[in-house]
């Protein structure tokens, strides 16, 4: 694979970064697009590019010839560690050598900008709890610059890309900080065997990457707490963030994971107390959702969402944002999954329930008996079975 040097131009009163890049799959153009106000932040270095198609030249076994500038850190991480941390998530991907044209190493003085991805979510609120309401916060880690990419997250494409971040203009008005919307044609260089959340650490980096021009620290939000952390097997790349993204860095963008001291119970709990959020919190999964509120209440993350702030004692704060009525008629069965659950996030929500003295629904518990009454049944029905098929072995 061989990534030609960026241009940088304008079209249409937006900026644009796109690099050449010729593999075995043919010739192509990776591009990056936002508005032309934010020029200023865009880097002419080639390690967006390199971090966005790292992945994709690994699944190829491909390596990596880039005319551009790189920074020495960057490829120095990229060449040796990150690729075992890949592996390790992706047993799949091959190593592969990366070659630079040019390589940008010693001490540079990293641009004043703090930049954090904001969705709407309980990670990203979290995120500015911690790092914009809070009076606590140094200046240098407090956000400045909200980023919200195209880069996979957005199944059906741009339509539902520009759907979204508009939704999200309320709540940036009321935080008051700039709001750099980027888009890209990062997707078409990944196979469907590559999910995005198996692979959005990356993705999200480069943008940060392509950004250093006047972004010295990413702060990326975590979705897991550092007892849940991992560096193995995974369909979701965040359980090891907080390895893989300081390797993401160079001597111009300090990047990081933020948030893993909390659990997603006490993140919901923390995000409940801004008033902010009550009107234009956003964690909804269905993307196909057409209704008259920001969230359509009854998918995995709105459940997941609403239980917990039920136990809490704040469903109502979020009546504007969610329908509680469509919640309320799906919560029985979803407190049933709840204790039928082995994952760590849905764990800490019945945990939580225990701590609080507050019961689950009994009709949750019921159904959640009879299941496991019908799997224990199944069990014992098919170890029967084995014994007389193999005459009592």
Not at 30 to 44: A, K, P, T
Not at 132 to 158: C, D, I, K, Q, W
Not at 362 to 381: N, P
Request: with cysteine; aromatic share 10%; net charge neutral.
């Amino acid at each position: 694979m061989r990534i030609s040097k960026p241009e940088i131009v304008r079209e249409n009163r937006r900026v644009v970064q796109r690099t050449r890049v010729q593999s075995a799959r043919g010739d192509a153009s990776l591009w990056y697009s936002l508005d032309e106000s934010f020029s200023e932040l865009v880097s002419s270095s080639s390690d967006a590019a390199l971090a966005a198609l790292l992945i994709p030249a690994m699944a190829a076994g491909e390596d990596i010839e880039v005319a551009g500038t790189i920074s020495e850190r960057l490829l120095y991480n990229l060449s040796r560690p990150l690729q075992r941390v890949f592996r390790h998530v992706i047993p799949a991907l091959r190593p592969v050598a990366i070659r630079a044209d040019e390589v940008a190493g010693g001490r540079t003085f990293p641009a004043a900008g703090v930049a954090t991805g904001f969705s709407g979510g309980i990670d990203s609120y979290c995120v500015l709890a911690d790092h914009h309401y809070s009076t606590e916060v140094p200046a240098r880690f407090r956000v400045s610059h909200l980023l919200f990419n195209n880069v996979g997250s957005h199944a059906t494409g741009e339509p539902l890309f520009e759907q979204r971040h508009e939704r999200l203009r309320p709540a940036v008005e009321r935080l008051g900080l700039p709001f750099v919307v980027v888009n890209s044609n990062l997707s078409s260089f990944y196979d469907e065997d590559f999910s995005f959340q198996q692979t959005h650490t990356p993705r999200n980096a480069s943008v940060a990457l392509l950004l250093q021009g006047g972004i010295g620290r990413f702060l990326y939000a975590s979705a897991y707490a550092y007892p849940d952390a991992f560096v193995g097997p995974s369909y979701d790349m965040a359980y090891s963030d907080t390895v893989t993204l300081p390797l993401l860095s160079t001597e111009s963008l300090d990047a990081f994971s933020v948030g893993s001291e909390y659990t997603r119970v006490e993140k919901t709990l923390r995000v409940a107390e801004l008033p902010d959020s009550h009107a234009t919190l956003d964690v909804c999964a269905n993307a196909q959702y057409a209704g008259g509120y920001a969230n359509c209440s009854t998918c995995w993350k709105c459940l997941r969402t609403l239980a917990t702030l039920e136990i809490a004692g704040r469903l109502e704060r979020y009546t504007a944002s969610f329908d509680l009525d469509a919640y309320r008629r799906h919560r029985r069965e979803y407190f049933s999954t709840l204790l039928a659950s082995r994952d760590p996030l849905l764990r800490e929500i019945v945990e939580f329930a225990a701590q609080r003295g507050y019961s689950l629904p009994i009709s949750s518990r019921l159904v959640h008996a009879t299941r496991a009454d019908r799997v224990a049944g199944l069990a014992k029905r098919v170890v029967r079975k084995l014994t007389r098929s193999s005459g009592g072995g």
